[in-house]
């Protein structure tokens, strides 16, 4: 475990060998403790520990897609040698498929039916795949953003508003799932930032941003951006 990681696990109060969920969690607290509108007096400094906080957790949760466990956690027990398993495993696979060879009965089930099961079956597989590729997809804030409509959060909720910082953006609504030049990427909606702050966004389903409106209102105008 590098020193940046050990600091993540002392900020968030929390031992390496702990469970993706409480990782997840802990951050969610200390990222509430140290939003810059609860330190007006401090706000450069809490606006530098929020954005390192973000990065070492955004590295911690890369490393779990990686390697299916978080930095500095003990890994999984292996096989003993070569990575050959035990004798005892082998031997009971070898039976298994012995019997099963010796039970196996002739099938008279037409070849066209047979063909109708094994697409049946593959498209059942791709079906868990990609609802298992869903649950998975992580970035903070995700919990919230996943309702689908800004209204369903609770009133006094946090949101995007134009002058933004990026950090105060994370912070809100979460990393983003990919950034192409000053644009965030967030599913079918989308942040556009010029200086590093907020100057538009476009907020549509099913991946709504937590805004009050789809397109941001300019006070001098006092109607919606087309």
């Known amino acids: 475990m590098s020193q940046d990681f050990a600091l ?3 900020q968030l109060g929390l031992h390496p060998d702990c ?4 990782l997840k969690r802990a951050y969610r607290v200390r990222v509430a403790e140290l939003h810059p509108d609860r330190h007006l007096d401090q706000s450069s400094e809490a606006h530098s520990a929020l954005t390192e906080l973000t ?9 779990h897609r990686i390697h299916g466990r978080l930095p500095g956690s003990t890994p999984r027990a292996a096989f003993a040698g070569n990575g050959a398993a035990p004798r005892s495993s082998v031997d009971t696979h070898a039976t298994a498929h012995t019997q099963a060879r010796g ?4 099938t008279n089930e037409p070849p066209l039916r047979t063909a109708k099961f094994a697409t049946l079956g593959i498209l ?16 903070p804030a995700a919990d919230v953003l996943q309702t689908g409509a800004v209204a369903e959060a609770p009133s006094d909720a946090p949101r995007l508003e134009l002058g933004m910082e990026e950090a105060s953006v994370i912070t809100i609504q979460g ?4 950034i192409q030049d000053d644009v965030w990427n967030y599913g079918s909606s989308w942040i556009r930032f010029e200086d590093g702050h907020v100057v538009d966004w476009a907020s549509a389903p099913p991946n ?10 300019r006070e001098e105008e006092g109607v919606e951006e087309p």
Request: aromatic residues 8%; hydrophobic residues 45%.
């Open 55 to 63: 990065a070492l957790y955004s590295g911690a949760i890369r490393f």
């Open 8 to 10: 993540l696990y002392q």
């Open 208 to 217: 709504r941003l937590m805004t009050v409106t789809p397109r941001p209102v």
């Open 19 to 22: 469970g993706l969920e409480d």
């Open 175 to 178: 990393q983003p799932e990919r």
């Open 103 to 106: 039970n196996a009965r002739p």
């Open 124 to 139: 059942v597989l791709v079906v868990v795949m990609v609802v298992l590729h869903w649950s998975e997809t992580d970035v």
